[in-house]
């Protein structure tokens, strides 16, 4: 799988079992919002759906199809915003740009990403943090359509 080789094989497996089994893939019967992306450089597509009450991303679904990294951030973001309220989710999102990015995060930031570090390793790979923040760029506008609603 091209890209993957470099990187450490722990990190690969934690990618390829979220690529090959994707958690919350199912769609939502009744979504509060919806949105697609794609990600042309490399064929990735990726719809994010949620659900939210009191002010909590009660439900989550993200499903698509394209490469290892973009569909297991997916689902590794599916797993880390259920039960977060959308400032939470936002503030995963902007320290998983900045691992992306190359900053440098403190313990406890990287305790918040959980099995999602694995995917640090793509960084060193510029073509590939598309990939890797697709879904998370689907999340935001999911979450700034969920604002307008209520
Ligand atoms: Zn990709």
Same mark, same amino acid.
């Given at each position: 799988?091209?890209? @993957?080789?470099?990187?450490?094989? @722990?990190?690969?497996? $934690? $990618? ?15 979504? %509060?919002?919806?949105? /697609? ?7 990735? /597509?990726?719809? &994010? ?7 909590? #991303?009660?439900? &989550?679904? &993200? ?5 290892? #990294? ?10 880390? &915003?259920?039960?977060? +309220?959308? %400032? /939470?989710?936002?503030? #995963? ?21 959980? %099995?999602?570090?694995? @995917?640090?390793?793509?960084? +060193?790979?510029?073509?590939? #943090?598309?990939?890797? @923040? ?17």
């Amino acid at each position: 799988m091209q890209g @993957l080789g470099e990187l450490d094989s @722990l990190y690969r497996d $934690i $990618i390829l079992d979220h690529y090959r089994s994707p958690r919350n893939s199912s769609p939502l019967e009744d979504p %509060d919002v919806e949105v /697609e992306a794609a990600n042309p450089f490399c064929g990735d /597509e990726v719809k &994010v759906q949620l659900k939210a009450a009191d002010s909590v #991303i009660e439900s &989550v679904s &993200v499903a698509g199809r394209g490469c290892s #990294i973009s569909q297991s951030s997916g689902s590794l973001m599916s797993e880390l &915003v259920k039960g977060k +309220t959308p %400032d /939470e989710a936002r503030a #995963i999102r902007g320290l998983f740009q900045g691992l992306m990015k190359g900053q440098a995060l403190s313990e406890a930031q990287l305790l918040e990403l959980g %099995d999602l570090e694995a @995917l640090q390793g793509v960084r +060193t790979y510029p073509v590939r #943090i598309k990939c890797a @923040l697709l879904a998370w760029s689907a999340l935001d506008d999911a979450l700034k359509q969920l604002a307008k609603r209520s």
